[in-house]
Structures are given as C-alpha cells and as structure tokens.
C-alpha cells in the first residue's frame, strides 16, 4: 500500500518523545511504576532524543525490557491473582520512512499462591498454576514494509509468537506456553503506532497507575493519539476506499493490502 511509503519518521520521533516526557513526568508513574518509569527514562533520554538532537533520518527503537503496567483489577476471568499488561517490541526508520514494526501486547497473569488448581480447571486456565507467572495472551501488531513476496498483508495482527524471559525485568521464572512455530494467520489491520496501541490498552483494561497518563493530562494525550491517526490510520483508510471504489480493479483489497504497490 502506497500510503506506508510517506516520510514522516520525523514526525513519528516527535509524537513519541511527547509521549514519553508524559509518561515520565506523571506523579503516579513515577510513585507506582517505577520499573515502567525507568525502562520510559531509558527509551526517551538514551535513544529518541538522541536521534532528534542529530535530526536523525534513520533511527530504531528498542523496547526491551517491556514496559510493565500492572492492572488494579485483582481478577482475571474470575480468578484471582496480579495481571500485568506488557508492551515491548521494536521500530526502525530509514530515509524518514518506517520499514520494519513490530509492537507486542502481552498479558502477564499470576494467579494466588491460595488458589485450587481445580478451579483453574473450571475457569479453563490450564496452563496456569497457583504463584507462578504465565504469558496468557500475546500479540503482534506489525508493520513490513520491505516484503517481496507478498504473502502477507504489510501492515497485520499475529497471536503468539517467539518468547524470551529477556523481555521482562526479573522474568526468569516467567511461563510460556503459546505455540511458537505457527505464525499464521496474519490477520490485515490499519498500521497501529506505539501511542495507538497505548490508547488502546489504555481504553480496554481496568485502570492502571500508567493510566492516569491519559485521566490527568485529557487534551495532551488527544492531541497524541490524533497526530498518530493522522499519521498512519487515516490514509489507510482512504487508500482503501480509493481501491474499492474503482470500478475494474486489479486486485481484491485482501492483495492490495499485501503490495507496495
């Protein structure tokens, strides 16, 4: 699709050091969240100012360790215990043009030390065991834009997926029990930037310390997620209407959706 072909890498670096000058400058983050406060600290000063000190045309970003945000909610499907909602992945820039993203949504559920395997077993959370920490649910939301082959929407959701306990601070004793080897299906979705899937988590789980981010600071924070809209949703759109509009086209959306074009 022409429209992940635009140069505003420039504009994305800006929308994402707003974004972590928020996050590190909340109160609550910093009282409550203090391992998401300090892997923030760490992505804002040790790599994006440093790309925008250099006006830096090529930059990439690390998010490892996961930002860690933990949900107040004390249950997950009706089972007690500590749910943390992790955010990691990767983002690389080059000519001002984003070529590779891929963004990962997990959850982190560790149920009571007090609580029955047999009732793990009515709430079908087999994999999970009293104490002990376990990936639930993890997804990609990716955006590659040098695939050649096209057998694969550019800009998709993937479940699952490659794992390390690397990924999160103190996590050796982390579990995970997805399948890694499937990859498929690659499900097609409007590109999704790091503030975007933050609104996201922001608006779908109970609240968090982190959230207060967007509760205290209302017209920031939409000011953020409008400027990542328009950056990469809203031309989406547009450029598919475009192609379904066209009365003989070459292609069904599902391939325009899989080509540069």
């Not at 609550?28 to 391992?35: D, F, G, M, R, T």
């Not at 996961?66 to 215990?81: P, Q, S, V």
């Not at 057998?151 to 997926?161: A, E, F, I, M, N």
């Not at 809209?229 to 069904?252: C, H, M, P, Q, T």
């Amino acid at each position: 699709m022409e429209c992940h072909n635009k140069e505003n890498g420039s504009e994305y670096l800006d929308n994402l050091i707003a974004l972590f000058k928020l996050i590190t400058s909340n109160h609550n983050v910093i009282a409550h969240c203090y391992e998401a406060y300090e892997v923030s600290q760490q992505i804002l000063n040790n790599q994006l100012k440093h790309y925008k000190k250099h006006n830096s045309k090529k930059w990439e970003l690390s998010i490892s360790p996961n930002i860690e945000i933990e949900l107040k909610n004390k249950k997950m499907c009706g089972i007690k215990g500590k749910t943390t909602i992790l955010l990691g992945g990767s983002i690389a820039v080059e000519d001002d043009i984003l070529i590779d993203q891929s963004l990962v949504v997990s959850i982190l559920f560790t149920a009571d030390n007090d609580i029955e395997e047999a009732d793990l077993i009515t709430h079908a959370c087999y994999h999970v065991r009293p104490g002990i920490p376990e990936i639930i649910r993890r997804f990609h939301f990716d955006l590659d834009t040098k695939l050649k082959n096209n057998d694969r929407p550019l800009s998709h959701l993937q479940y699952g997926g490659k794992f390390s306990t690397d990924y999160i601070k103190n996590g050796s004793d982390v579990q995970y029990n997805l399948f890694k080897a499937l990859d498929h299906p690659r499900i097609p979705i409007p590109p999704y930037d790091l503030i975007l899937i933050f609104d996201m988590i922001f608006d779908q789980f109970e609240p968090s310390d982190l959230s207060s981010i967007k509760i205290e600071n209302r017209e920031r924070w939409h000011n953020l997620v409008k400027t990542s809209e328009n950056l990469w949703i809203v031309d989406y759109f547009i450029e598919l209407a475009n192609e379904a509009g066209k009365a003989n086209r070459e292609y069904s959306l599902y391939q325009h959706m899989c080509t540069k074009h």
